[in-house]
Every structure is written in structure tokens, then in C-alpha cells.
């Protein structure tokens, strides 16, 4: 890893714009979704509601 903090491990389409980014820290993933000047950003979370982590994380 080279110290990067964030990375998008998954991205999909081009005008509109859906991205997991994991937290290279916790492991703890993200859903960033755009479309033209509206965007938005959550944490996955496990049917239990905790945020999800990444099943190919390693500290």
C-alpha cells in the first residue's frame, strides 16, 4: 500500500457514477454515487446495520 488513506477498489459508469472507496485504515467501505451536479456519499453497512468491511482487506 502506499499510504493513500482512501482508495476506490470498485467504479461503475461514466456520466453517472457509482464507487465503493475503502478506508485503507479500517477497512470500512463507501458508496459514492454522481450524476451530473448531484452527488452523494454513505457507509455500506451488514444486515445487522454495522458498517461493512472489506471481506480482501489486510492492515
Known amino acids: 500500500m502506499d499510504n493513500k488513506r482512501f482508495e476506490t477498489i470498485y467504479s461503475q459508469g461514466k456520466i453517472e457514477n457509482f464507487k465503493i472507496i475503502r478506508d485503507n485504515e479500517t477497512g470500512v467501505m463507501y ?3 454522481y450524476a451530473g451536479p448531484v452527488s452523494g ?13 472489506d ?5
Open 31 to 33: 458508496m459514492f454515487h
Open 41 to 53: 456519499l454513505t457507509v455500506m453497512v451488514d444486515p445487522d446495520g454495522k458498517p461493512l468491511i
Open 55 to 59: 471481506k480482501d482487506f489486510k492492515k
